[in-house]
């Protein structure tokens, strides 16, 4: 039974419940990421703590639905299941939605919110670095060159759409790495990728 109001912690393990193993390590990376991302911005810590453990409920098997994109999908969840046990603010619910909707880099759709905004940029921040080569060899398939291919159009993707700031530095620093990192795996591929 769902307690009456949800905390972060009830968040955070109801994610590791429904989520697969890659969710709250996930989640906890974002919230660090926005918390050096956004210094000098004003937003909700609460919504942007709740929006990293919800915006990929859509992606999980039990709530996964073909044909909606599993930001539309996470959305439709959290506002269904989630936000009535929140106890939040009716204008504060709608920034929560709003960032989980508009998470995906895909979207182009402009957040109105610093929370959406933030949450967006952290999450692209995922898909940088080693981290994100790391996530998308752990992805699979157990093939190293779609694995090489996914991760260029992913930063090809995603390169230039940083605004923030602290986002467009901590990018660099991340491309820099993959760059070298990319660089030694097409060496010891032999030119096979």
């Not at 911005?41 to 098997?61: N, T």
């Amino acid at each position: 039974m769902m307690p009456s109001v949800l905390t972060l912690n009830d968040i955070a393990q109801m994610t590791f419940l429904v989520g697969e193993g890659w969710a709250v390590a996930h989640a906890r990376r974002l919230i660090e990421l926005v918390r050096r991302i956004g210094v000098g911005l004003p937003y909700d810590v609460q919504v942007v703590e709740f929006a990293s453990y919800l915006h990929d409920w859509g992606a999980f098997p039990r709530y996964i639905q073909s044909g909606v994109e599993h930001a539309i999908r996470s959305r439709q969840v959290v506002e269904a299941e989630i936000l009535p046990a929140l106890g939040l603010p009716s204008q504060t619910g709608q920034v929560l939605l709003e960032a989980i909707e508009l998470h995906d880099y895909r979207d182009l759709r402009p957040p109105q919110s610093a929370e959406a905004l933030l949450l967006r940029e952290a999450d692209m921040l995922e898909f940088l670095g080693m981290i994100g080569m790391a996530r998308e060899f752990a992805r699979g398939p157990k093939n190293v060159e779609t694995c090489y291919r996914r991760i260029l159009s992913r930063r090809d993707g995603i390169q230039s759409r940083f605004t923030i700031p602290l986002a467009q530095e901590i990018a660099r620093s991340r491309l820099e790495r993959m760059a070298q990192c990319l660089g030694w795996l097409e060496e010891e591929s032999f030119g096979v990728l």
